[in-house]
């Protein structure tokens, strides 16, 4: 069996957000099965020469965009066990950052076609295209028009997985036309109709063969108008071959007993190490070393999406009950600030680095008591899986895949892994946050029973990708 895993970005080659991570460690499990899985990524600028010295040219050839030719050079290189095709074209991957430009739309379009080109040049037909969010959507409609009589691809399936329902990819009217040409052009039945323009999440849900989303309870949700971004309609429709299945992290990179970028290892039978990457971080910090005080992390993008909205309303509360805070991330200029003002208001009891760093991550994770993720929604969530490898305790909502990966805790009964709440409520965030603070203060013993139940337990990819596995069989047959 054959798989095609195409994806717009790739640890260790590029990143700005979750499906990175998703994109290295998927493939890198699945390969650990004996699978033939090979990821296919744009050939960015911003690639670090290192990684790619040594990568083996495949050849070019020329492809054909409707009215203009495009350059296509395939270049190969293996990381661990999986090979990786890049698909190399400077006018359009050669810049300083992978998005945000106003011609994505055609960038991803030349991506998705020079995907189901460089067959001639890689000698890999694939059984499973497995495609990942808006940016490779159009791949599934491609293959079912344009590709449909193609030998290549007579009896290749394909698979949507949806990162961020969110992101769609939403162009005029005449787009498909201009970047596909004529034979392409706009199907009247509905299919790709989203307002008076075109949608390539859409086109995926409506062609690829399966969809699947990163967690069970966000399959659920992405049903429901509140959630569903106004494609909740196609979703219902396409119900019976959408599937949940949770992402897992890499637990070679993350952890805590080997991980170089931690103060001191530490591990689920000698947690020592826990305390000493606190009162280590609480110094490069800037904040008073107290053991006695609990240490709450934030790590990620500063936005309302996040729940960020619920913190401002209790902030004076939190620090009321003795806590510090270490928050790392960048995002809306009014966060930002915010935290900035009760960094100054609070010297000794918050620190906020507006940055994008790795290793400080690390620290954050190994050195803090609780991990704050309030989201609005959230997908999976890959902090709170960090979180509980590195035993910082999460307190979450219960959406998407926090509520899928986070055990609420029973004081009665000691079980659990975090501490959940249900509405999107500051109030019922703030006693949730208040109840932690207590068992940590009050209960030390117990605690330090949950900080071992939240690393003991499994989110490694194993699971999930053995449910992929069964899935490119089934579809295989």
């Not at 003795?322 to 600030?337: A, P, R, S």
């Not at 071992?452 to 069964?470: C, F, G, N, P, T």
Request: glycine share 8%.
């Amino acid at each position: 069996m054959k798989i095609l895993f195409v994806t717009s970005e790739a640890l260790p080659l590029s990143k700005t957000g979750g499906l990175a991570d998703v994109a290295f460690s998927l493939p890198k499990a699945l390969a650990e099965d004996e699978v033939d899985i090979r990821v296919i990524t744009p050939y960015y600028g911003t690639i670090a020469n290192k990684l790619v010295e040594h990568a083996d040219f495949l050849g070019s050839k020329t492809i054909h965009m409707n009215w203009r030719n495009q350059y296509m050079g395939v270049h190969e290189i293996k990381i661990g066990k999986v090979i990786y095709y890049l698909i190399d074209n400077e006018y359009y991957f050669k810049r300083d950052q992978l998005y945000g430009y106003f011609d994505d739309g055609e960038r991803f379009s030349f991506f998705s076609k020079a995907v189901l080109e460089a067959v001639d040049l890689t000698h890999f037909e694939p059984d499973i295209i497995h495609l990942n969010d808006w940016h490779t959507a159009i791949v599934p409609y491609l293959l079912k028009t344009q590709y449909s009589k193609d030998a290549r691809y007579a009896k290749t399936k394909s698979i949507l997985t949806i990162h961020n329902l969110k992101y769609q990819g939403v162009f005029e009217r005449g787009f498909l036309e201009d970047m596909f040409g004529p034979e392409s052009a706009f199907h009247g039945d509905g299919r790709l109709v989203f307002g008076s323009g075109i949608n390539f999440m859409k086109a995926g849900i409506r062609f690829a063969d399966k969809i699947t989303t990163v967690s069970e309870t966000y399959a659920e949700e992405i049903l429901t108008p509140y959630f569903g971004e106004k494609l909740e309609w196609d979703l219902n429709y396409r119900r019976h071959d959408l599937t949940g299945l949770t992402n897992g992290i890499d637990y070679d990179d993350y952890n805590p007993e080997t991980d170089p970028r931690i103060f001191y290892n530490f591990s689920l039978s000698a947690p020592e190490g826990k305390r000493s990457n606190k009162s280590k971080l609480q110094a490069l910090a800037g904040l008073e070393i107290d053991e006695s005080a609990p240490l709450i992390a934030i790590v990620s993008r500063l936005v309302d999406s996040k729940g960020f909205d619920l913190i401002e309303r209790v902030m004076p509360e939190m620090f009321e009950l003795g806590v510090q805070m270490i928050v790392l991330g960048t995002g809306d200029y009014h966060y930002e600030n915010l935290f900035k003002y009760y960094s100054q208001r609070f010297p000794t009891r918050l620190r906020v680095f507006v940055e994008f760093n790795a290793t400080l991550a690390q620290r954050i994770y190994a050195g803090s008591d609780l991990f704050l993720m309030p989201s609005r929604f959230e997908p999976c969530g890959l902090g709170q899986l960090i979180a509980l490898r590195y035993g910082s305790i999460p307190i979450v909502r219960e959406t998407g895949g926090l509520k899928d990966t986070v055990v609420p805790y029973n004081r009665f009964t000691g079980e659990g892994t975090g501490f959940t709440f249900t509405n999107y409520n500051a109030h019922e965030m703030l006693e949730q946050i208040q109840d932690a603070v207590a068992l940590y203060k009050d209960n030390q013993e117990a605690w330090f029973a949950l900080v071992k139940q939240a690393m003991a337990a499994d989110h490694s990819w194993k699971r999930s990708a053995h449910l992929y596995l069964e899935m490119y069989r089934e579809l295989r047959k």
